[in-house]
């Protein structure tokens, strides 16, 4: 086996700016075949169930940021037109700053990291840092950040990408594999004013448990443990459903490690209801299944429709064998921690991944950030974008490619999606005011 030395690594990443230079980066390009908003949304609506599709676009409608979210492909479509440099990682693919949030690891310790993956698949590195560096102008024009604060919170994402490449480049690969899992994050990125914000979020988070979900969201009698309904975020399920999820868990559990099975095997299933969740799943089938345990311990786990990748459909990739499978993968490879019980399932014939619901989950709001925090927020998630790249690609290769120029480029490429992601929110709220579309 031949090994390449650092320095031809790092040479192969700086000829890549002959095929796309860093300048290159910053053009905005938009498909030709671009679908009008209401074509757009039909579109994505297709699989949703219909009684939810009018709060899916409500929620899309709030904002140009809320629109954003619901909009991967959308944007991946026009990225598709646009240069690249050939070079694939696993991606988020949907890598917007409220899709890093907090979580637990099973030693109790509350983490920052990329937390959603429905569209993850290899794709063009690019495409998820000009993502994330367009919802902070996004965010931040939400929040009534100055326009000049915005642009360099963009820039700040990508120079904290770039500088974060460098350093992992120098370490030792065991080290830089699990590196920027906690608040030492913050500190690396340069991000020290968002030290008390992150503090607050990880207090939130560690109270955020099933059993306090449960002790909430549940009643319990003497010969039964039940979700209370709370329409239409939480509703009841009949039977027939209710059964094909608990059918569904056994074949979860064969996806876990042994030793997680032990632990899974050791609980009850007690209820299961349906709780719409998130922007862009609104109107797909979720579950929360409601576990018994050890007395009154509980544990809810999330099972959730896993539907194909609109990011590997406009890449022109088959679609996954299973899925769930290819969303637990990607969230494996890409995460320095993952939950424990994290696997895939199929319920019917709709593919699923389950999780846990609550597992100490928490967000910084990044609408809620003034300039100064906006632009260590930037930092933070450009930091961790690049320690998620680095599992699947070299970071002597990315690093080689990524110059300083890259940071006016992405910021440029930022502020000029943002702005027509403005103008694509005004024809969705005019495409609503019409009735053409229906919102809740």
């Known amino acids: ?12 990443g700086r000829a890549l700016r002959e095929r796309v230079g860093l300048a290159e980066q910053g053009e905005l390009t938009l498909a030709d075949d ?36 619901g909009a991967a492909w959308r944007m991946a479509a026009d990225l598709d037109a646009g240069p690249r440099t050939g070079v694939h990682a696993q991606i988020c693919g949907d ?44 965010a931040g024009r939400v929040g009534g950040v100055p326009e000049a604060r915005c642009r360099e919170a963009a820039e700040d994402v990508a120079q904290s990408y770039r500088k974060t490449l460098k350093r992992l480049a120098k370490l030792p690969f065991m080290e830089s594999w699990s590196a920027l ?16 914000d992150f503090a607050e979020a990880a207090a939130k988070a560690a109270a955020n448990t099933s059993s306090r979900l449960a002790a909430r969201w549940t009643s319990r009698s003497d010969d039964e443990w039940r979700f209370v309904p709370s329409p239409p975020l939480l ?15 056994p074949s979860y559990v064969d996806t876990l490690r042994e030793s997680r099975r032990n632990l899974i095997d050791r609980f009850e299933v007690r209820d299961v209801a349906f709780r719409v969740v998130g922007t862009g799943s609104v109107g797909f089938r979720n579950y929360l299944v409601l576990l018994h345990g050890n007395d009154e311990d509980a544990l809810v786990l999330q099972v959730k429709q896993a539907v194909p990748s609109s990011v590997s459909r406009v890449l022109g990739q088959p679609a996954a064998q299973h899925e769930g499978k290819r969303i637990v993968n990607g969230a494996r490879l890409v995460q320095a921690e993952t939950d424990i ?8 014939r709709r ?46 290769l990315l690093a080689g490619y990524c110059g300083k120029d890259l940071e006016k480029a992405i910021g440029a490429h930022a502020v000029a999606y ?15 005011r019409a009735g053409h579309l229906p919102a809740q």
């Open 351 to 396: 593919h699923c991944i389950v999780r846990q619901f609550r597992n100490r989950k928490g967000e910084i709001d990044p609408t809620t950030l003034g300039g100064g925090h906006l632009d260590d927020y930037g930092r933070l998630a450009g930091a961790l974008l690049a320690r998620a790249h680095t599992r699947s690609v070299d970071p002597r």
């Open 34 to 69: 671009r679908l009008t908003v209401v074509e757009f949304i039909e579109a994505s609506n297709a699989g949703r169930r219909e009684d939810l599709v009018p709060l899916r676009i409500g929620r899309m409608a709030a904002s140009p940021f809320a629109f954003f979210r």
């Open 181 to 196: 899992g906690d608040e030492s994050a913050v500190e690396a990125a340069d991000a020290h004013a968002l030290l008390d």
């Open 95 to 138: 890598a917007h700053a409220a899709n890093m949030g907090l979580f637990g690891t099973p030693e109790g310790k509350v983490v920052m990291d990329i937390n959603d993956f429905d569209e993850t698949t290899q794709g063009p590195w690019e495409w998820d840092l000009k993502r994330l560096a367009t919802s902070l102008v996004l």
């Open 341 to 348: 019980l994290l696997g895939w399932t199929t319920v019917g």
């Open 235 to 249: 509703s009841e399920v009949d039977e027939r459903t209710r059964e094909s999820v608990r059918a569904a868990l």
């Open 418 to 432: 943002a702005d027509r992601t403005e103008a694509d929110h005004a024809d969705l709220e005019a495409a609503i």
């Open 1 to 12: 086996m031949s090994v390449q030395t650092a320095d031809e690594v790092r040479a192969q």
